[in-house]
């Protein structure tokens, strides 16, 4: 089975729509998905409804701070 468990759209740093990232982890065979924004949720909707037969995870990507630095958990 494939998984695809770490992508960004447009609605943190990507440059795709949540929808097309979604297809094309689909099309390129994973079997479960999830996109994984910096610190917004605001594409699942988009990948719920374009994941077809995948399974679509919830996921989020959180932006800290760590002794100066930028760290995501």
Do not use: K, N, W
């Amino acid at each position: 089975m494939r998984f695809e468990l770490h992508c960004h759209s447009v609605c943190s740093d990507g440059a795709l729509e949540p929808a097309e990232v979604t297809r094309r982890a689909q099309e390129a065979g994973a079997r479960v998905f999830c996109l994984t924004d910096h610190d917004t949720t605001s594409g699942y909707p988009q990948t719920r409804a374009a994941g077809g037969d995948m399974v679509v995870l919830r996921g989020l990507e959180l932006s800290c701070h760590f002794e100066g630095r930028s760290v995501h958990i």
